[in-house]
């Protein structure tokens, strides 16, 4: 049976490829955003305030160099085989080292649907992953130049709305502990499929408005937008393994690793490369990768790590 949650997804293609009138009033949008974040972030709070630290260290650093490494692969793929300009390959390699958290969203609601499990600090190496593509990106743009606001890219970086409400939630979570967040429970987890829902729509209307991008490039771009993702999945699953990760952990990490940004990265792209063209990048991972990962990518990267799992643990 199709997850409902996958239903307004298409709903929301379907709207926009037959160019209706069906748009989420941004106001809406901005609030359901700021709920999933919220959400999102305090679960791993919660959950967060039941380990140490310290363990969670070696986890942290390994996910991190994954995130400065998968734009390094991206980047000559896109500059010399696709043939895009330095500034464009570069802000779309960031893309791709990123995360997306309207992937990660979905991927927490198929794994409660189909009652999987998985290690509860994934929201923390969710942040974690948001920033080292950023870097990489502006120095595979500029170089190590002088030019580059650092000042201005870590403000839109750190300050930007999507961490401080990742943020901000596990702090909430990991202060308040379970039995301090019944209050808030129904509004933040007991409707989080039904908020979920509402952004897949909108989401869905944004995939399909990306669409009339695809001609200069259109076609490189949707064999990277799926390519790209299956290598990242890959590389996310081994680390996952090595990690001594769970099944459960091993897929969420492939799915961190195989979804590409389109929050964090252009805001910081916008200031550091204003040459890069975001249209480019924003079709690549709203339109091609994020419908890709939705419909297809997170069952078949969970049936990878079991796979991996199952061989190497044998």
Known sequence: MTDPI???????????????????????YDFVSMLLLLAIGMKGGIELAKQPFMLLLPQILAVMIMGFVLPLFAFPVLHYVGRFMRADAASIAAHYGSVSVGTFAVAVAYMGTN??????????????????????GILLARGFSGKIQWGLVAHEVFAGKGIVLLLGGLVIGWIAGPEGVVSITPLFFDLFKGILALFLLEMGLIAASKVSSLR???????????????????????????????????????????SASYIAVPAAMRISVPEANPTLSLTASLGITFPFNVLIGIPLYYQLAATTHRVLGG
Do not use: C, N, W
Request: a negative charge; aromatic letters at 10%; proline letters at 5%.
């Open 216 to 258: 200069q490039y259109g076609a490189f771009l949707v064999v990277f937008g799926i390519a790209m993702p299956l290598f990242s999945s890959a590389v996310g699953v081994i680390l996952g393994y090595a990690l001594g990760m769970t099944v459960g952990g091993t897929a969420m990490l492939a799915i961190l690793a195989a």
């Open 6 to 28: 996958i239903l307004f997804f298409l709903l929301g293609i379907s709207a926009g490829l037959l160019k209706s009138e069906l748009r989420l009033p941004v106001a809406i």
């Open 115 to 136: 009652g999987l499990t998985f290690e509860s600090h994934m929201p923390l190496l969710l942040v974690v992953l948001e920033i080292p593509a950023i870097l990489v």
